[in-house]
């Protein structure tokens, strides 16, 4: 099996429409991370930002984050597929061996397709909801273990989650570092524990969040998210 990487003819020039979630955030932490130069365009999704015609015309599923990336002439929306978009267009963060590859995408389709809308909705029920769900509550808590579970036994052999830091990593860390609005303590995930340490570290993963900061600061956040849920 052969890959054939996206050719980088030109410096990427990406202009990245953005709200600090965890999916916003898995974008933010790869351009920091990458060093790509862009223009941050907030969007802001308590107004109902998202939902705007020019942003349609971006993002046709009308959800943050999406980018143009002017250099290749092609907008993305999804988190997931900018990922792999701009770690193939730039060669960075996605192993170029076909073996390394597949391990980065298998987690990060992980964290598109199982991680992130259990997590999400767990959030949702637990701290949001206008009424308290205990069935909900209750399915979403054990099936939120089982995927920390996952995560806990696959890190207990290597320091991140495909062996070298990827894109894989980049998906699955906005999400766990709420654990506790998820209900979840540490002390039971002592691999996921020094995962987090060592993402946190980082310095393009702090700068990120910094970002976020500056876009939204976290003292507003509850408010915000509170009345989204209304």
């Known amino acids: ?19 600090p979630t965890a999916n916003g955030q898995k974008i933010a932490i790869f351009l920091e991370e990458a060093g790509l130069p862009h223009i941050i365009h907030p969007v802001d999704i308590s107004k109902g930002e998202h939902f705007a015609p020019e942003f349609e015309r971006v993002s046709a599923n009308k959800r943050m984050p999406a980018i143009v990336d002017r250099g290749a002439n092609v907008s993305l929306f999804e988190s ?21 590859r597949a391990e980065v995408l298998q987690w990060l389709f992980w964290q598109a397709a199982s991680l992130g809308p ?14 308290q769900v205990p069935f909900a509550i209750d399915r979403l808590g054990k099936e939120t273990a089982r995927l920390y579970d996952v995560l806990e036994k696959r890190l207990l052999d290597r320091s991140y989650i495909a062996g070298t830091y990827s894109i894989a990593d980049m998906a699955v860390y906005p999400w766990l570092i709420q654990h506790e ?24 993963v702090k700068r990120a969040y910094i970002k976020g900061e500056e876009v939204r600061p976290t003292t507003q956040a509850d408010a915000i998210r509170a009345n989204l849920f209304e």
């Open 1 to 19: 099996m052969s890959h054939t990487n996206i050719e980088l003819t030109t410096p990427p020039e990406i202009e990245f429409y953005y709200w």
């Open 80 to 100: 997931g597929a900018i990922l792999l978009h701009l770690a193939e267009r730039t060669g960075q963060f996605i192993p170029r061996d076909a073996n390394g």
């Open 118 to 131: 259990i997590l999400g909705q767990m959030v949702f029920f637990r701290n949001f909801a206008s009424e």
């Open 181 to 204: 609005n998820q209900g979840q303590t540490l002390d039971k995930y002592p691999n996921i524990k020094h995962w987090l340490e060592l993402v946190s570290a980082r310095s393009g």
